[in-house]
């Protein structure tokens, strides 16, 4: 099994930045893409940012020029580092993993973390 843990959301105003973190840990033989996605209550969740193995990334439109993804394979984690921040980013963050283990390939989803924009 694959094991997320996030971290680093919380409230900041218009603007302004947040870093947050995605760690995978478990029975893990590698790990293809990974990825952040959003969701508001009464919304499908929807993409915000992926990059590959090979280090390949795309971004939603909306958060083109703001938002960054990153990862570093030695821990298993992917970053999404979010500058000027504005109220309709406000959402549940969620990362997702691709990761091949001993019973094969699994995606893998975090508990998400609540970003929150304040006007």
């Known amino acids: 099994q694959v094991q997320l843990v996030e971290s680093g959301g919380g409230l900041v105003q218009a603007g302004g930045s947040l870093r947050l973190s995605c760690a995978a840990s478990?029975?893990?033989?590698?790990?293809?893409?990974m990825g952040w996605y959003r969701q508001a209550p009464g919304k499908q969740r929807e993409l915000v940012a992926i990059i590959t193995s090979g280090g390949s990334t795309n971004y939603a439109d909306s958060v083109k020029g703001r938002f960054t993804i990153s990862r570093l394979n030695a821990k298993n984690t992917v970053y999404l580092e979010m500058n000027s921040l504005k109220p309709e980013d406000t959402d549940v963050y969620y990362c997702?993993?691709?990761?091949?283990?001993?019973?094969?390939?699994?995606?893998?989803w975090g508990q998400g973390t609540q970003v929150t924009v304040s006007s």
């Open positions: 478990g029975n893990i033989f590698s790990i293809g893409t």
């Open positions: 997702n993993v691709l990761a091949t283990t001993g019973r094969g390939i699994t995606s893998a």
